[in-house]
């Protein structure tokens, strides 16, 4: 029967996970396990056997893979490095920000540029970067990237740190990414993927899902409520956080109203005569329409 951790030890295996994963982002070198155990060595990350245990991991997990070459190394063995995956770099800011807090602002936007091609939503949140900076919002916008990562796509290194054995974590937008043989050959015209706009209107939304996350035990808190003022003003204040935003709350309309008339096209084709209740109902309908219009101004056709 495996033994459990205690709390000490939890936080010392994600800590090592974190530092390998930071070493292969940071490093421009190509390591290998001797070479990265070799950057770790008397630093507190454990014994040789421990970290190359914990290198395995990360291969197991996806985090990480190796990648093999044709160069000799002494002993006649060919030189085999190992670079991030999506999932490693995704889980090295999540846990490097929220849990270890040994990541900095700075890493966090060299991995959003020098990773961009594998997180499709990097190359947006960079490019609003310069906005935070203005409003005084980087040290927000660094916490909110790691909680929509761990809420959206999986804050998956501490749950396996807690339970190797159970299922990864997964988010709902990694959900919506994947594709399911079975589904994709009885519906044809079916999309599951989530784009890089939904990841960054989520990332921004003040109200998303994630905000939710300061009861979660992995975390000390989650956004403050003077984070969340902060952050609501720095919306505010910019028109193209505000177009952003504004695109979001119109889809996220439109697919409710288009649930609703699916099933208002299933009744007769006469108009349908409300009561006084449901009339009512409508009118608030009607009104938050007309909210919305007053929000919004769209070029003419």
Request: glycine share 6%; hydrophobic share 40%.
């Amino acid at each position: 029967m495996r033994r459990a951790l205690g709390l000490v030890e939890e936080q010392e295996r994600v800590r090592r996970y974190v530092r390998i994963l930071q070493l292969l982002a940071e490093n421009e070198k190509q390591l290998n396990k001797n070479g990265i155990w070799l950057q770790l060595k008397g630093n507190g990350f454990g014994s040789e056997p421990t970290v190359l245990y914990a290198i395995d991991d990360l291969g197991k997990w996806g985090m990480v893979i190796l990648v093999k070459t044709r160069r000799l190394v002494p002993g006649g063995k060919t030189f085999n490095y190992y670079k991030l995956t999506r999932d490693g770099i995704e889980n090295l800011i999540c846990a490097g920000v929220l849990s270890t807090k040994s990541i900095s602002l700075s890493t966090v936007k060299l991995l959003l540029q020098k990773y961009r091609e594998l997180l499709p939503y990097a190359t947006q949140i960079s490019q609003l970067w310069p906005i935070f900076v203005e409003a005084k919002v980087e040290d927000i916008a660094m916490k909110r990237l790691a909680m929509f990562i761990g809420h959206f796509h999986g804050e998956q290194l501490y749950y396996r740190v807690r339970n190797p054995r159970g299922p990864p974590i997964i988010g709902s937008h990694a959900i919506s990414n994947l594709k399911v043989a079975d589904l994709a050959e009885t519906f044809r015209n079916l999309s599951l993927n989530c784009t890089a706009e939904d990841d960054v209107e989520a990332f921004l939304d003040p109200h998303s899902q994630f905000y939710g996350i300061a009861a979660s035990y992995q975390y000390e808190r989650g956004i403050s409520d003077d984070e969340y003022h902060r952050w609501i003003m720095a919306v505010r204040s910019n028109e193209k956080l505000q177009t952003i935003l504004a695109r979001a709350a119109l889809k996220e309309a439109v697919s409710h109203l288009r649930s609703s008339n699916g099933t208002l096209k299933l009744l007769a084709d006469k108009p349908i005569r409300l009561s006084d209740s449901d009339a009512e109902t409508y009118r608030k309908l009607m009104a938050e329409v007309d909210l919305l219009r007053s929000k919004i101004v769209v070029p003419p056709r």
